[in-house]
């Protein structure tokens, strides 16, 4: 099992940035990829941001440019900084980590972390 606790949620500003961390804590042993999802009012879960084992990053294009993804491998941490943040960034952020055991996936999530961009 792997456990996941999200931070760094909140109300910011259109224009504005915050950093959301992850920290993952259990068995993380075979972890092959770490991520961001989210789920605005109304729409499906998307992917945000997700970074592999060996450190390549993939992005959704509506944050390419504005969001960074990165991870503490010592901390067993994944961030995602957010900049220049507006308003249709307004959603939960979950943060995803997948595991490859012999030929089984198996995907944890947080609890989700709330991002609103208002002014």
């Known amino acids: 099992q792997v456990q996941l606790v999200e931070s760094g949620g909140g109300l910011v500003q259109p224009g504005g940035s915050l950093r959301l961390s992850c920290a993952a804590s259990?068995?993380?042993?075979?972890?092959?990829?770490m991520g961001w999802y989210r789920r605005a009012p109304g729409n499906q879960r998307e992917l945000v941001a997700s970074i592999t084992s060996g450190g390549t990053t993939n992005y959704a294009g509506s944050v390419k440019g504005r969001f960074t993804i990165s991870r503490d491998n010592d901390k067993n941490t994944v961030y995602l900084q957010m900049n220049s943040l507006k308003a249709e960034d307004t959603a939960v952020y979950y943060c995803?980590?997948?595991?490859?055991?012999?030929?089984?996936?198996?995907?944890?999530w947080g609890q989700g972390t709330q991002v609103t961009v208002s002014s």
């Open positions: 995803h980590v997948r595991k490859l055991v012999d030929v089984h996936e198996y995907n944890y």
């Open positions: 259990g068995s993380l042993f075979s972890i092959i990829v």
